[in-house]
């Protein structure tokens, strides 16, 4: 098949993160099984790549960020490139202009991958940090934002989705919970999608940092703290605030060391919240690191925290963990709990008690550090996020669209195996 990716940008290891790796691993995977693949950047000014790939690289120059004028890049995109390709996979956000594409004529089928809520949907917000660094009340242009938001949102969701969106021929998503959420948003292709979790390179990971399914284990309880990890950009809805307010009422504060990695627009406010909080002898901000640091950090952690990071969504950084072994700390009945499965601690959303308690747990016990760390190793090899098992079941699935007779996809039959819930 000759696979097409219409994606964001394609960076390199030390500045990549998030879809941009799993994009990556998911292309080479496809080259690998058989397919020609190429990737076609839609804003390409953010590519930063220079390792040389298995599959072809076209640039497109879109500049605007607004919605409707990219919709239609995205659209005039999938039309200059059907004659060369066979399917088209691409990103969720631009669902909008791949169904404008068949509604008015375009041949070739569209396999998007939902890696976020629908688009007007926003759980990007710290309410610690709002609470303590914010201003109280109401203004004018949060009134009007608030009714901008709302006629967006009917839009979206009474128009755009069911009008444009739907005609895509088939997603895949990252979870149950952010699957569901947009079935629930109107996206009726979402009643048979396929769940492929974050699709991470784990192997070469695990050859490129030496280490192994016993690594922590063979480590557990030799620092002379217990480590606590967080790492990230530092932005709305990351949950450091969370994490900072949670440690706070930790008892036994002096048996931590916290590290707090990345950088990003809300560090001024995660830098006076650590002094607020009286936390400077306990925590250390690590900044941006190269990708090969990283691995040294999580090479020494004993648990990683996910303080937050919405309610549906998941985070190529837990894959990475549970590469590692790291026992993990997640919020309960989250899209993040769903992927860590037993591998993790939960606590109740945006309730730092809660959390404070559930890492004094994991700090005492050794044993249940070790017990969750081979629940990770399980975890990665079950069949609904293992990307070796997903990503055959991504190309069965293209060959079905791009060969099947047009008028009779045996798409639901072929997905029965699989045994997701259609609720």
């Known amino acids: ?20 790796i799993e994009i990556d691993y998911m292309m080479r995977e496809l080259v690998r099984l058989g397919n020609e693949v190429t990737a076609v950047t839609v804003y390409s000014r953010d590519n930063d790549l220079t390792e040389k790939t298995p599959y072809k690289v076209y640039n497109e120059h879109v500049t605007t960020p607004r919605l ?15 004659k060369d390709a066979d399917i088209f996979h691409i990103d969720a956000q631009y669902m909008y202009g791949g169904g404008l594409y068949r509604l008015l004529g375009g041949i070739r089928p569209l396999f998007a991958y939902l890696i976020r809520p629908p688009l007007i949907k926003d759980e990007y917000v710290s309410y610690f940090f709002q609470k303590r660094f914010q201003k109280k009340g109401w203004s004018l242009g949060e009134v009007l934002r608030g009714a901008k938001k709302k006629i967006r949102y009917a839009i979206e969701r009474f128009l755009l989705t069911p009008i444009l969106a739907d005609r895509v021929d088939f997603v895949s998503c990252l979870n149950p919970l952010l699957l569901k959420e947009h079935r ?77 990695g990345g950088s990003g627009p809300e560090e001024g406010m995660v830098r006076q919240a650590i002094i607020d909080l009286k936390l400077e002898a306990y925590v250390e901000l690590t900044g941006w690191v190269s990708r090969e640091k990283m691995f040294d950090y999580l090479k020494v952690t004993d648990i990683y925290v996910f303080a937050r990071w919405g309610t549906t969504l998941s985070a190529l950084t837990l894959m990475e963990t549970l590469t590692f ?31 404070a308690r559930q890492i004094e747990r994991l700090g005492e016990d050794v044993m249940l550090r070790k017990e ?8 990665l090899k079950e069949a609904d996020i293992d990307p070796r098992q997903t990503i055959v079941a991504i190309n069965v699935i293209m060959k079905s669209l791009v060969f099947s007779p047009r008028d009779n996809y045996p798409l639901q039959e072929f997905l029965n195996g699989y045994g997701h819930p259609r609720k």
């Open 68 to 82: 409707i004028p990219a919709q239609l890049a995205v659209y005039r995109i999938l039309k200059k490139y059907e």
């Open 372 to 379: 969750l760390s081979r629940e990770c190793a399980k975890r």
């Open 325 to 355: 072994g790291i026992p993990l700390i997640v919020p309960r009945g989250t899209g993040l709990a769903w992927t860590a499965g037993k591998s993790a601690l939960t606590f109740e959303r945006e309730n730092p008690d809660d959390l």
């Open 1 to 20: 098949m000759k696979i097409f990716f219409i994606t964001s940008k394609l960076k390199n290891k030390d500045t990549a993160s998030g879809s941009v």
């Open 184 to 260: 629930d948003f109107g996206l009726r292709k979402a009643r048979y999608g396929l769940i492929i979790g974050d699709t991470y390179p784990m192997e070469s990971v695990m050859q490129e940092a030496g280490i192994t399914e016993e690594s922590y284990a063979l480590r557990a309880g030799k620092n002379e703290k217990v480590v606590l990890y967080c790492s990230g950009r530092m932005a709305p809805g990351k949950g450091y605030d969370l994490l900072l307010e949670a440690f706070a009422r930790v008892k036994n504060k002096e048996r931590f060391k916290v590290l707090l």
